[in-house]
């Protein structure tokens, strides 16, 4: 929610930490998996990829998420 007497962030200088790998399964149902520095799956990020996929988006779709600009 945002808030009138708050000031706005300046995003613009904003860099993400590049942690982890996209890991290719080669499952059909799951062809992607976003492992963190550790190795362990990315929960929140698995969700989000099912969802990506049961929504019928194209499969290389994951992929191309983290390099979105």
């Not at 945002?2 to 290719?24: A, K, S």
């Not at 520095?37 to 990020?45: D, N, T």
């Amino acid at each position: 929610m945002l808030q009138d007497n708050l000031p706005e962030r300046d995003l613009t200088m904003f860099v993400l930490p590049e942690i982890g790998r996209l890991h290719e399964t080669g499952d059909p149902w799951a062809p992607y998996q976003l492992l963190d520095q550790g190795g362990a799956l990315a929960e929140p990020v698995r969700v989000y990829f099912t969802e990506l996929q049961a929504a019928d988006n194209p499969g290389r779709t994951p992929p191309c998420l983290p390099y979105r600009s």
